[in-house]
């Protein structure tokens, strides 16, 4: 499964909420985000006062816990068909999420966010919502 930008977020907050901890605990398999994601993560450090612990945190928590998936040719070309049939559906999506999505579709991995009502409107993507209320 892929991690989101909101549930990397969340790992590293002291108030990660306690069903984040309990299902990364019981994940079964590989966990990844994308290089969009991480890129995203890195833009919020550099503008967080406390971007160099924070930082610390990821390399120490996070970043040995999972890959982080390319957005490579195939992924591109998965945006393009991606973007085409939502804006031909008069539906949008912001290009860092599309292009998540890409991956995630590419790959045949679900997405782990808490917004899936955002990620909702691309065919085929498969949810999962670890933000959402026990």
């Not at 790959?107 to 917004?115: A, E, F, I, K, T």
Request: charged share 20%; aromatic share 6%.
């Amino acid at each position: 499964m892929i991690l989101d930008t909101d549930l990397l977020s969340a790992v590293v907050s002291p108030q990660c909420p306690p069903r984040v901890a309990r299902e990364l605990e019981s994940v079964q398999g590989a966990l990844y985000t994308t290089t969009i994601n991480w890129a995203e993560i890195c833009c919020g450090l550099a503008r967080h006062s406390s971007g160099k612990r924070l930082r610390e945190r990821y390399e120490r928590l996070v970043l040995p816990a999972l890959e982080i998936l390319d957005f490579d040719q195939a992924c591109a070309e998965v945006y393009g068909l991606l973007r085409a049939d939502l804006e031909s559906k008069g539906l949008s999506l912001g290009e860092a999420d599309l292009m998540i999505a890409a991956v995630a579709l590419r790959h045949n991995l679900p997405l782990v966010s808490g917004n899936t009502r955002h990620f909702a409107r691309v065919p085929g993507l498969t949810l999962i919502n670890w933000l959402a209320s026990d």
